[in-house]
């Protein structure tokens, strides 16, 4: 393993050990019990979470540049993509992903069997690909929504396609998408307490396997808290950069 | 592979064709009876919102934050195991010490329309404000009562602004209904899972299952179009 991953790991286990340290005498007595697990699930789906958004805008973004493209070839296929993406259940895609493709097992994935045998990068996968489609959609909608003068004068100032879009319609279309965008990613928080149903430990996976044990409903109660103060310090940070978008003496939401 | 497999899917004895469909009619039982219930806790927790009481305001506004950060999956656990235990204590305080079962069906829908009418409830407060306010003061000048002004002139016109949002939740719901596969309701998800078990051809079932929702959110999505035009029938076409 790399010095950057142990690091990583010693500080989560420094971070979970100091917390319930701090906050078990003061907790309820089921949450002091289990404390390292929840927190251990917290940090496993703001890991998910993350990665897969990161990931997510990436392929968005080539989704809705691929959409808005005049090229069938290419506006077609994206197309589809949204449209099947967003047309069935999370919890479906999951499933037909890790118990669907997982059963083919070695010798019918071949090297991709690495990649499905493990819950935890079968939901990131699929986690990645679901929010890829509804943000390509949102992306799609800041890229149409930007003036179209823009473009000429981009065209008329010498910039390639590729140079128009860098410098002077993605940047606009992203600032009229975040707002739309912001709430795609609390969908995709809440999305990914679905994990926990092919085997993943997540917050929600944590929760469950406490609840199996105890049988006490506080567990789902402690579970709220948790995602309550993970969604609320997205939602913070999500506003932060839209606000280090806005454009000086822009008024706040006005670009939504 | 999947292919080989297709015989699997058709209807009788040997196919599972069958359990599908009934599957996929559960699944719209699940979607249609919370669909109703949401409506009507939706339009009730709207009229908290707007009202003048700030206790209704505020009991809105932290229903809804509540439903917003809290994933589905855990609310309908929640609501799951959590009726059960709060009637059973309530059926023990009157001193019938008899176990009961929560229905899994009625669980999974009270645990759906609970979700569902948090968000209808923001879309029916935006369709409430976006009745334009000339029209309450003509209704109000021409002497109506408050109750006829909302009945007579607001409601009929909120519909129209609330149907592209309604729809949007519609389709939503529709895809959160495979959730109550995982509290062991029988919908569509949950035959392709057990299908899948007894034949162990997972990838085809649950390809089958997915093909089947596309279906019904393609048709859904068709009808919300329809009905949108038919809302905005009349209406002048200025801005496309």
Known sequence: ?256 | MVLENLPLLTIGDTGWGDELLAGCLVTLELAFCALAIGLVLGLLLAGAKLSKYAVLRGFGEVYTAFIRATPEFLILLLVYFGSERAIQSLLALVGLPISFEMPRFVAAVIGLAAIFCAYAAEVFRGAYLAVPHGQIEAGIACGMSSWRVFHRIRLPQMWRFAIPGLGNLWMVLLKDTSLAAVIAVDDLLRQAKIASESTRAPLTFYLAAGAIYLLLTGVSDAARERLERRAQRGLARAQG
């Open chain 1, 1 to 256: 393993m790399s010095t950057i991953g142990r690091l990583y790991l010693d500080g989560k286990i420094w971070l979970s050990d100091s917390v319930c340290t701090l906050v078990s005498p003061v907790s309820p007595e089921t949450f002091a019990n289990f404390c390292p697990r929840f927190i251990d699930g917290f940090f496993v789906s703001l890991e998910l979470l993350l990665l897969s958004s990161l990931m997510g805008i990436v392929i968005a973004l080539a989704i809705a540049l691929a959409r808005t493209s005049s090229t069938v070839l290419l506006s077609l296929p994206a197309y589809l993509y949204c449209y099947v993406f967003r047309g069935t259940p999370l919890l479906v895609q999951l499933w037909v992903f890790y118990y669907g493709f997982g059963a083919l097992g070695e010798e019918g994935l071949g090297f991709l069997w690495p990649l499905f045998r493990d819950g935890y990068t079968v939901g990131l996968f699929t986690l990645t690909i679901n929010t890829s489609a509804y943000a390509g959609e949102i992306f799609r909608g800041g890229i149409v929504n930007v003036p179209h003068g823009q473009y000429e004068a981009a065209t008329a100032a010498g910039m390639d396609w590729w140079t128009t879009m860098r410098r002077i319609v993605l940047p606009q279309a992203l600032r009229i998408a975040w707002p739309a965008y912001s709430n795609e990613v609390i969908l995709l928080l809440k999305g990914s307490a679905l994990v926990s149903t092919i085997t993943v430990l997540d917050l929600m996976g944590q929760t469950r396997t406490i609840f199996a044990r105890n049988y006490s409903l506080d567990v789902f109660l402690y579970a709220i808290v948790l995602y309550l103060i993970l969604s609320g310090a997205l939602t913070v940070l999500l506003r932060l950069i839209e606000r280090r978008m806005m454009l000086p003496g822009e008024a706040a939401g006005a670009a939504g």
